[in-house]
T-cell receptor
C-alpha cells in the first residue's frame, strides 16, 4: 500500500519568498498530481508528472522516480498563492489514487 | 461555459433520507470521479468510472451508488443518509486515468 507524506503541513511565508513543498511516497507509481485548493474550496489541478520537471508560470514541479519524491516550488510568492496544496499519486490500491494530507500555505503581504 | 458542473451546490437533509448529487462534464472526457472531503479537509477517492468500468474504493459504504447514464454524467446516489455523510463531495473528470483531472465546484452536504 502506498503511503504519501507531505511536508511541511503548514507554511507561512512573506510575499516574494521562494516556496518549496515536498511529497514522498513509498511504492512505485505511474503518475503524480499536484492539486491546489483555494480558501473558497475550489480545486485546480496544477501538474501531472511521471518524470522530470514541469513549469507553469511561477510554479515548478519536479519528480525523482528513484528517490520516490516530488517537490512543488513557487517563485516570487504572492498572497493569492495562499491555498492548500495536495500531492496525489497514482499506482497501487483499488483505484490507484493515494492522497497526501495537504500543505496549508499562507503568504503574507 | 463550466467544464465540470455539480448540482446542487448545497444540500441540507435529514438522516435516513435518500438524495442524489448530479455531475456533468462537457469536456468529452472518458473518465469521471467522485471524491469526499471530510471535516479535516482530507480528500478521498470514492469512485472512478472509465469506459463503463466502475472502480470502487472498498471503504465506501454500499449506501453510496454512482450512476452513469452516459459518458458526460456521473451522478452520486446516497441511500439512508447518516450524520457522518456530511462532507463536501467533488466530482472530477479526465481524458483517461493518467491525465490531468478537472474538478467541479463541490457539493456541500449537511445531514441533520
Amino acid at each position: 500500500k502506498n503511503e504519501v507524506e507531505q511536508s511541511p503541513q503548514n507554511l507561512t511565508a512573506q510575499e516574494g519568498e521562494f516556496i518549496t513543498i515536498n511529497c514522498s511516497y513509498s511504492v512505485g507509481i505511474s503518475a503524480l498530481h499536484w492539486l491546489q485548493q483555494h480558501p473558497g474550496g475550489g480545486i485546480v489541478s496544477l501538474f501531472m508528472l511521471s518524470s522530470g520537471k514541469k513549469k507553469h508560470g511561477r510554479l515548478i514541479a519536479t519528480i525523482n522516480i528513484q528517490e520516490k519524491h516530488s517537490s512543488l516550488h513557487i517563485t516570487a510568492s504572492h498572497p493569492r498563492d495562499s491555498a492548500v496544496y495536495i500531492c496525489v499519486t497514482r499506482g497501487g490500491g483499488a483505484d490507484g489514487l493515494t492522497f497526501g494530507k495537504g500543505t496549508h500555505l499562507i503568504i503574507q503581504p | 461555459d463550466t467544464a465540470v458542473s455539480q448540482t446542487p451546490k448545497y444540500l441540507v437533509t435529514q438522516m435516513g433520507n435518500d438524495k442524489s448529487i448530479k455531475c456533468e462534464q462537457n469536456l468529452g472526457h472518458d473518465t469521471m470521479y467522485w471524491y469526499k472531503q471530510d471535516s479535516k479537509k482530507f480528500l478521498k477517492i470514492m469512485f472512478s468510472y472509465n469506459n463503463k468500468e466502475l472502480i470502487i474504493n472498498e471503504t465506501v459504504p454500499n449506501r453510496f451508488s454512482p450512476k452513469s447514464p452516459d459518458k458526460a454524467h456521473l451522478n452520486l446516489h446516497i441511500n439512508s443518509l447518516e450524520l457522518g455523510d456530511s462532507a463536501v463531495y467533488f466530482c472530477a473528470s479526465s481524458r483517461g486515468r493518467n491525465y490531468e483531472q478537472y474538478f467541479g465546484p463541490g457539493t456541500r452536504l449537511t445531514v441533520t
